[in-house]
């Protein structure tokens, strides 16, 4: 591939310049930086190592090269072409000039608004309410809160973690992303903890009690109206308060510090009187204690929101929220 200037021309036009596709030609050149600098440590495979590096530098030096000749064969055709004519172009050849001119531009403009994006990504994944200034100004994404949650909903190569941080944010801009956020989901019919794991499939939580206070509440609404006709859950509290034993029972579940784990006895203990003064189920808490013991749901990566260093952290404390 990198010896061939056109393959390494088609890559960059039909990848690099369509904003609709990944960074090709882009990500190859990286990867070959990235193992021709690499540093290795593990001295028992010295040598195979120092031969990556060589062949990883090799590679780049055949990238730059096939692109200078492709170059030099290019001004060559063209200086070719332009004494063929001898200034009496014909108007269908003026045409072709200008339709290959105009190609020559869209994919300028195409590559340089690509750029933009990805570094407006980068940026957001640095300082989400940067990032996101950022790519509204430069017009990726339109000034609104609608647009503004469907971009973060949709788009690749943004930090979870950053996501989360933004539609956490109290001020009412962010509120309203929020509420927007969470309005494109949609959860009739789905069990609470399959719900739990679509709307957390996008963002990790925040680590700010306040935060994650806001983002649930919400999730806790839209989940009881999308299925008030046929629900186990009494009110939209209940559906809150049960999210976050989920997310707890997840943490303790899988977290490999916590040595003694919730026994389904406690689980179902702990449950008590919480669906608006009623018990649940029996049968309802088990599969989801068995639900959650096979499949973490995922939060926050490795880190530890909720219980921190006190397991019995009164903000989540279903009592004190009562």
């Known amino acids: 591939i990198c010896k061939t200037p056109q393959n390494l021309v088609d890559i960059f036009v039909n990848y690099d310049c369509d904003i609709n596709e990944p960074d090709i030609f882009e990500l190859m050149v990286n990867e070959f930086s990235s193992i021709a600098k690499r540093v290795h440590n593990d001295y028992s495979h010295h040598n195979s190592a120092e031969g990556l590096q060589v062949m990883g530098l090799k590679c780049l030096v055949t990238i730059a090269n096939s692109l200078v000749d492709w170059s030099a064969e290019l001004k060559t055709a063209k200086n070719e072409q332009e004494s063929k004519e001898n200034g009496s172009e014909s ?8 339709k290959e001119k105009d190609n020559e531009l869209d994919f300028k403009k195409n590559w340089e608004w690509k750029q933009k994006l990805e570094y407006g990504k980068k ?7 940067k990032g996101m200034k950022f790519l509204i100004d430069a017009g990726h994404v339109k000034n609104s809160t609608k647009d503004v949650a469907r971009f973060l909903l949709t788009a690749d190569g943004l930090d979870k973690a950053r996501v989360g941080e933004y539609i956490g944010e109290r001020d009412q801009w962010f509120i309203n992303v929020l509420y927007d956020y969470v309005d494109h989901f949609n959860f009739t019919g789905l ?9 957390l499939s996008n963002f990790r939580l925040p680590g700010e009690a306040q935060k994650i206070d806001r983002i649930m509440e919400k999730f806790a609404e839209r989940y009881f109206n999308d299925n008030q006709e046929k629900s186990l859950f009494l009110a939209a509290d209940a559906v809150y308060l049960f999210s976050y034993h989920m997310i707890m029972l997840a943490t303790d579940l899988h977290r490999k510090e916590i040595k003694k784990k919730i026994t389904r006895v406690e689980w179902v203990h702990n449950n008590a009187a919480l669906n608006d003064g009623e018990n649940f189920p029996e049968k309802f808490l088990l599969r989801i204690y068995n639900n959650i013991q096979q499949e973490e749901i995922k939060t926050r990566g490795d880190v530890d929101f909720i219980y921190g260093s006190n ?4 903000v989540l404390n279903p009592t004190v929220r009562q």
């Open 123 to 129: 940026l957001f994944n640095y300082k989400p309410k």
């Open 191 to 199: 069990d609470i903890d399959i719900a739990l794991r679509e709307f």
């Open 311 to 314: 397991r019995n952290n009164e």
């Open 91 to 98: 108007s269908e050849k003026k045409k072709e000039k200008k």
